[in-house]
């Protein structure tokens, strides 16, 4: 019994494959390929090649860029969008006569044809990568620091590709990345990295005063930022010592010369002429309301006798 089922499982099985072949050829679902990789500079040409049987009357073919959305690039014998002026088909291939960083993605070429078996239909896929020369860096020099303290220069690049590497130049000559194999004039305590376009001084010192810049490389090309001076000044001791004692000295007057004050009572005369003059103040005030006192009776009086002559 149990060599039976086995029997009965692997017809299965072969059963299922002969289907799954046959649903294969009669609606065309063709085996998949290594996809191919082709790179081109930006504003020079690129090809794209779709790889499938030789061209015949009846084959169809449809270029797409694939992405978040899918977008026709050749579409009913006629190149869509800006390609139309800035591509060509040569057989089943479009050459990019001026390739754009935009460009870069993946493409798939689909050809239909009718076959014995149905309609066949053979795809592939291409990868454009777009190489990109550096843009003028962005730097980040300070114009002063002082000697001692720790200072960072920074340069970025955002549109190179591949990712450029940095140098630094300092008054126009390179900056080794260690600092060790350089002249002994030059200050051995920076470090420069050459990936992320830093250059740190760890203790900066007079001797590294001058006009720095950075250059972007990659395999396309290179740019280099402007040049911009750092000057760089030790700590004035006494300077310090000559200002904390000169505001000791403005201190202390200020004091002694409150304390004079409070002797010769000054603070006091002050106090006493505020009270004579608030005293006043309240005395005019009541003196005010005894005038009106008796006013405002023969006022009213007056309003009452009018409003009645009106009523009558």
Not at 105 to 128: F, H, I, M
Not at 204 to 214: A, F, M, Q
Request: with cysteine; charged share 20%; aromatic share 8%.
């Amino acid at each position: 019994m149990a060599r039976r089922s086995r029997h009965r499982l692997l017809l299965l099985l072969l059963c299922y494959l002969v289907v799954a072949l046959g649903y294969h050829k009669a609606y065309g679902f063709s085996a998949p390929k290594d996809q191919q990789v082709v790179t081109a500079v930006e504003y020079q040409e690129a090809i794209l090649a779709c790889k499938t049987p030789k061209k015949t009357v009846s084959s169809r073919l449809e270029w797409k860029k694939l992405g978040r959305s899918v977008s026709f690039v050749y579409y009913q014998q006629t190149l869509q969008g800006d390609f139309k002026n800035r591509a060509e088909m040569i057989d089943f291939n479009i050459r990019i006569k001026n390739v754009t960083r935009s460009d870069a993605g993946k493409y798939r070429c689909e050809v239909s044809a009718p076959s014995e078996q149905g309609q066949n239909l053979e795809e592939d896929t291409v990868t454009l990568e777009v190489l990109v020369a550096p843009a003028v860096p962005s730097c980040e020099v300070p114009s002063s620091a002082l000697s001692g303290t720790v200072v960072e220069l920074r340069c970025q690049d955002k549109e190179g590709n591949p990712a450029p590497e940095y140098t630094w130049f300092k008054d126009g000559i390179r900056l080794l990345e260690n600092p060790r194999l350089g002249s002994q004039s030059t200050n051995s305590s920076y470090t420069m990295n050459t990936k992320t376009g830093t250059l740190q001084f760890n203790t900066v010192s007079k001797l590294d005063t001058g006009e720095y810049s950075c250059e972007a490389r990659n395999s396309v090309g290179y740019r280099r930022c402007p040049g911009k001076r750092m000057q760089v000044d030790d700590l004035n001791i006494s300077g310090i010592i000559a200002a904390v004692v000169v505001v000791a000295l403005v201190i202390s007057v200020c004091g002694l010369g409150v304390c004079y004050a409070q002797r010769k009572g000054y603070f006091s005369k002050e106090t006493s002429f505020q009270k004579s003059n608030s005293s006043s103040k309240a005395t005019t005030m009541s003196e005010n309301v005894q005038w009106l006192t008796p006013v405002i009776p023969a006022l009213w009086k007056a309003v009452a006798g009018g409003s009645r002559g009106q009523e009558f």
